[in-house]
């Protein structure tokens, strides 16, 4: 990343002031306030506590289970933008100890229910991200361009009104079509509901920090659902919140400090966005939408949407992350289907619904979804099926650092590409 920044300064592509831009941006510090809360629910134990209390209460079927850890993952999700720590970090592991009680293993044995469990814990994380405008961390960074580039305010409440019902019915939905096409032979699991009973009073009594970060997330989600009313940005509500969790200890500053994921994202998406702005100010943003508007002639206004929509989604494959794909492609995109006539909001947020969507499609489009395949608790059949699962993990993590660079290079051809 500082490469990239170092390129775009010392080639006078953009001024020192504009290439440190992206590190003032509020929505920066957003993701970053709720890595604080999302480190609360892990210290803590209460993301288990959810997941278990779930489980003990719906895992008497599979498709029970499926349930309750997609309900864990929906209760955590507007505290957790970061998916690796939601889903890899606390419902997957749950989901493997409940297939080793099961006896259903990598191999042969994955058809009693692991295959089940693991691709519903795959598909469940962008639908639960979709809902919530701090429940996948590239979904500020959507906020954040289509304010600076196509003048519309999304708001946290905005965004959750408007994704809560198809969302929810995907949620519904989907571990209903799972169960018909992997159909786990293990149909009635009162094995894992009394695994989560017992793993529930192992735990014990919630501990203080337990209530300190559960009061920290019932605030949050006040303050962020009616900032429209009271005039109090979802920034300074996360800052607010950070505060809280800071000075009652619920979170210390030395984790935070080892939370190599919250500092990462600090960096990556501040150079993200003054990238993004800066491809928007040279003019970038407007020649390719009139590019990929040429390309629409003749569509009208929602099939001008649908097609770009489509497009957008299955794009995917040529990006490493949600992250790159949302800061290339999110802005040229929603541009040309508001130029076509699509409802500009519509549009707005629906392109961010599809950010999150786009990477269930694929095995290693997100952090998570390493972790499952390198398990190998299923074999999985799209790109690469021939290369071995940890080579796939290592391109994962090579493709990303190179994204700077690549916003980087289309910066410096800007001036050319619009002239």
Same mark, same amino acid.
């Given at each position: 990343m500082l490469i990239a920044l170092c390129v775009v300064i010392f080639s006078n592509t953009l001024t020192e002031a504009k290439a440190l831009s992206g590190f003032a941006s509020g929505t920066v510090w957003l993701i970053f306030c709720a890595y604080v809360l999302s480190l609360g629910f892990v210290t803590s134990g209460l993301g288990k506590r959810i997941a278990y209390k779930m489980l003990s209460l719906f895992g008497g079927s599979s498709l029970g289970i499926a349930y309750s850890l997609g309900v864990s993952d929906l209760i955590m999700a507007p505290a957790m933008p970061s998916?690796? %720590? $939601?889903?890899?970090?606390?419902?997957?592991?749950?989901?493997?100890?409940?297939n080793d009680v099961l006896g259903s293993a990598p191999g042969a044995t994955g058809k009693r229910i692991g295959d089940f469990l693991t691709m519903v814990c795959f598909q469940f994380t962008p639908i639960t991200g979709a809902i919530f405008l701090t429940g996948m961390a590239a979904n500020p960074l959507v906020a954040s361009l289509a304010k600076s580039t196509l003048g519309l305010e999304i708001t946290w409440? *905005?965004?959750?009104?408007?994704?809560?019902?198809?969302? +929810? !019915?995907?949620?519904?939905?989907?571990?209903?079509?799972?169960?018909?096409?992997?159909?786990?032979?293990?149909?009635?699991?009162?094995?894992?509901?009394?695994? *989560?009973?017992?793993?529930?009073?192992?735990?014990?009594? +919630?501990?203080?920090?337990?209530?300190? !970060? @559960? !009061?920290?997330?019932?605030?949050?989600? &006040?303050?962020?659902?009616?900032?429209?009313?009271?005039?109090?940005? @979802?920034?300074?509500?996360g800052l607010g919140l950070a505060a809280y969790l800071f000075a009652t200890g619920a979170v210390s500053w030395k984790s935070l400090l080892n939370d190599h994921a919250a500092w990462d994202t600090v960096i990556w998406f501040s150079v993200i966005i003054s990238l993004a702005t800066g491809l928007a100010d040279l003019g970038f943003i407007k020649w390719m939408t009139v590019k990929l508007g040429s390309g629409?002639? *003749?569509?009208?206004?929602?099939? @001008? #949407?649908?097609? &770009?929509?489509?497009? /957008?989604? /299955?794009?995917? /494959?040529?990006?490493?992350?949600?992250?790159?794909?949302?800061?290339?492609? /999110?802005?040229?995109?929603? %541009?040309?289907?508001?130029?076509? *006539?699509?409802?500009? +909001?519509?549009?707005?947020?629906? #392109?961010?619904?599809?950010?999150?969507? +786009?990477?269930?499609?694929?095995?290693? $489009?997100?952090?998570?979804?390493?972790?499952?395949?390198? %398990?190998?608790?299923? $074999? =999985?059949?799209?790109?690469?099926?021939?290369?071995? !699962?940890?080579?796939?993990?290592?391109?994962?993590?090579?493709? $990303?650092?190179?994204? =700077?660079?690549?916003?980087?290079?289309?910066?410096?051809?800007?001036?050319?590409?619009?002239?």
């Open positions: 998916v690796t %720590a $939601r889903s890899g970090g606390i419902i997957f592991p749950i989901a493997r100890s409940i409440g *905005g965004w959750f009104i408007s994704a809560v019902v198809p969302a +929810m !019915v995907c949620f519904c939905l989907m571990p209903l079509l799972v169960y018909k096409l992997l159909d786990p032979e293990l149909k009635h699991t009162p094995e894992a509901k009394a695994m *989560g009973k017992q793993s529930l009073s192992e735990l014990g009594d +919630m501990s203080s920090n337990e209530k300190k !970060v @559960a !009061v920290g997330f019932v605030l949050a989600l &006040l303050g962020w659902g009616t900032s429209l009313i009271t005039g109090i940005s @979802a920034t300074s509500v629409i002639q *003749g569509f009208g206004a929602m099939e @001008a #949407f649908i097609v &770009l929509g489509v497009l /957008y989604i /299955y794009v995917h /494959y040529l990006f490493a992350t949600a992250t790159g794909h949302v800061a290339a492609l /999110y802005a040229p995109f929603a %541009a040309t289907a508001i130029a076509a *006539g699509a409802p500009p +909001m519509m549009v707005a947020i629906c #392109f961010g619904i599809f950010s999150n969507l +786009m990477w269930g499609e694929h095995r290693v $489009r997100w952090w998570t979804r390493p972790y499952l395949f390198c %398990a190998r608790l299923f $074999r =999985a059949t799209t790109v690469l099926p021939n290369q071995p !699962v940890r080579g796939d993990l290592q391109r994962h993590y090579h493709f $990303r650092g190179w994204h =700077a660079l690549v916003e980087a290079a289309g910066l410096l051809l800007s001036h050319s590409a619009v002239a």
